[in-house]
């Protein structure tokens, strides 16, 4: 029964669209900026579903039923007829265009497309190019339809175009696309998604077209950078330069241990000196014919002075002598006594307060290997400080002898020491690890002599230095303070000074040709005759006559010897009383 309602497949505008047919007419132009809505899926696509190709459409195998369009009313549908139809505007569609090109009912299928390419708008007042000329009807868009793929969906389109309501006389038919509105070619191109290319806007003359100026004002930019590196480059290479000669740009300050007051023990050698040097003096002698220098310590506090009597010897009777102290305070000297078979003098200075005497040691306590300190003045360097050891005791030296006679010879039983002595030490202390005085510097062996020890020589030490005993110099010292002039010890026999054998031979004549053995003498009581050869004296070897001189000066007059000597083949021993003679 016929209701009024129509019956029969209902006409769809979202209707898959059909290839264009040749001979309808082209939408000459749509709204700029409105956007085409996408292609159903299938459309065009033989194969795609619902499609006359679909082998599952009613009308696929009846060919002599030509299939009604899609959108075309059944017969006898209570429809107005299709002149009545008000005209719908070209180119808009029933609805409004989906983004996303999904179908109207349901939700979409696997063919949907991406969304569509966003355009920017340009800001307010930001300048846009000329607008490239729009497509005409003649010279559609470029894109090319969609063409279906046999058993696939058909790819979509960029800006698919709005299905056309098909008209009575027409109705499979469907509008072309309209042409889109004129896009400038700027914002056309433009993809987020495409690699980098031009910006948006561009001002001025595009890239590498800048006038003249701007290149000159480069190449000026350019030089200016080179000038400051060359600049940079040479202060950088000053700066190095002056780190690397002087290790910094600051004040070079290096480490260094704080002051101490800590005192040295008194053993120490700078203890000894610290000890010893207030009291020893330097002597400035000056005569007639030579001056000399040499070294003294203060004896006692009266101002008396010990040196070498070869020392004040070049001021003779009318010389001047100047005592020099530690501290550098100086006073005049007079001669008290010398004697020069000792090589020993005494000075005085007067007015002087505040001396210092140097105790005196025991040379006998002495042993080879014990440390000795030497202080003097060599070269006129006062206050100078040597240490070594005792190298020997009791070695037999004789000094002097420019005089031709003999009587400046001085007979020494010497204690050797390492410790450097070099001209000017003549006079000065050796002193032990306690500070006291063991003996009195007098000579050195020098290197270019080869003679023998030598005093007062300009060479210099090679470790060869001799000293007096103090027991002989305290001795000396007291008999010249006490009296001006020193006793030696004697036997009474004149000796063969030209024997070459060995020990000391009694000669066979004396001085003035008289007897070698002095008459009621030491030697003449204890029964010794001229020719016999005295061989050792108190149990030591003697080898020649200065050494048989040097062991009888070791003792004091008066002291109990025992001597051994050869007479005509036979070995005597006898003991003698020494007796003493005025020295010189």
Do not use: C
Request: charged share 15%; net charge negative.
């Amino acid at each position: 029964m016929d209701d009024g309602k129509p019956t029969g497949p209902q006409a769809k505008w979202w209707s898959r669209p059909t290839t264009g047919r040749p001979g309808r007419a082209e939408p000459e132009s749509r709204a700029p900026g409105e956007d085409t809505p996408p292609a159903p899926p299938g459309a065009g696509d033989p194969a795609a579903p619902g499609s006359a190709a679909d082998p599952s459409h009613p009308t696929a195998s009846a060919p002599d039923h030509p299939a009604a369009p899609a959108d075309a009313a059944p017969p006898g549908a209570g429809r107005e007829p299709q002149a009545s139809h008000r005209p719908r505007p070209s180119g808009a569609p029933l609805h409004e265009p989906d983004a996303y090109s999904t179908p109207p009912y349901g939700d979409p299928g696997p063919w949907a497309p991406a969304p569509p390419v966003q355009r920017p708008t340009p800001a307010h007042g930001t300048p846009v190019p000329p607008q490239a000329a729009a497509p005409s009807p003649q010279h559609p868009s470029p894109v090319p339809p969609p063409t279906g793929v046999q058993g696939g969906p058909a790819p979509v389109q960029p800006h698919p175009a709005p299905v056309q309501p098909q008209s009575p006389q027409h109705p499979a038919a469907v509008q072309q696309q309209p042409a889109p509105a004129p896009v400038p070619a700027q914002w056309g191109q433009y993809d987020p998604w495409a690699a980098p290319g031009q910006p948006l806007t561009q001002l001025g003359p595009p890239a590498g077209t800048e006038p003249g100026r701007r290149k000159n004002r480069r190449g000026g930019a350019f030089a200016g950078v080179l000038l400051l590196t060359l600049v940079a480059s040479g202060i950088g290479g000053g700066v190095g330069a002056y780190i690397e000669r002087n290790g910094g740009l600051t004040t070079v300050e290096l480490p260094q241990a704080s002051r101490t007051t800590t005192d040295r023990a008194p053993e120490s050698v700078a203890g000894i000196a610290a000890s010893a040097l207030p009291s020893v003096v330097t002597l400035h002698v000056s005569g007639t014919a030579e001056s000399g220098t040499g070294t003294g310590f203060v004896l006692d506090n009266r101002g008396h002075i010990l040196t070498n009597n070869h020392v004040v010897a070049p001021a003779g009777t009318t010389g001047d002598i100047t005592v020099t102290f530690s501290s550098g305070e100086t006073a005049t000297a007079e001669l008290v006594g010398k004697d020069s078979g000792y090589d020993l003098a005494v000075v005085r200075v007067r007015g002087v307060s505040g001396l210092k005497p140097l105790p005196l040691g025991n040379s006998d306590n002495v042993q080879v290997g014990d440390p000795v300190v030497a202080i003097g003045a060599p070269f006129d360097l006062s206050n100078t400080v040597t240490s070594g050891i005792i190298s020997a005791k009791q070695r037999p030296i004789t000094a002097g002898g420019e005089k031709g006679d003999g009587s400046d010879i001085s007979y020494v039983d010497a204690l050797q020491t390492d410790a450097p002595i070099n001209p000017g030490n003549s006079g000065g202390p050796l002193v032990d690890t306690q500070a006291h005085v063991i003996g009195i510097n007098s000579a050195i062996r020098a290197a270019d002599s080869g003679k023998g020890p030598e005093r007062g020589g300009q060479s210099g030490s090679i470790g060869l230095g001799f000293a007096i005993p103090i027991n002989q110099g305290k001795r000396v010292a007291e008999e010249l303070i006490n009296t001006g002039r020193a006793t030696h010890p004697v036997i009474g026999v004149t000796l063969d000074m030209k024997f070459t054998g060995d020990g000391a031979k009694v000669g066979t004549k004396g001085a003035d040709d008289g007897p070698a053995v002095t008459k009621d003498g030491p030697a003449a009581k204890a029964g010794i005759r001229s020719g016999d050869v005295i061989t050792a004296v108190q149990g030591q070897r003697v080898h020649s006559g200065e050494e048989l001189i040097v062991k009888i000066r070791a003792h004091r007059p008066g002291d109990r010897l025992e001597l051994r000597l050869t007479r005509g083949g036979e070995e005597l021993t006898i003991t003698l009383t020494l007796g003493s003679s005025s020295g010189t």
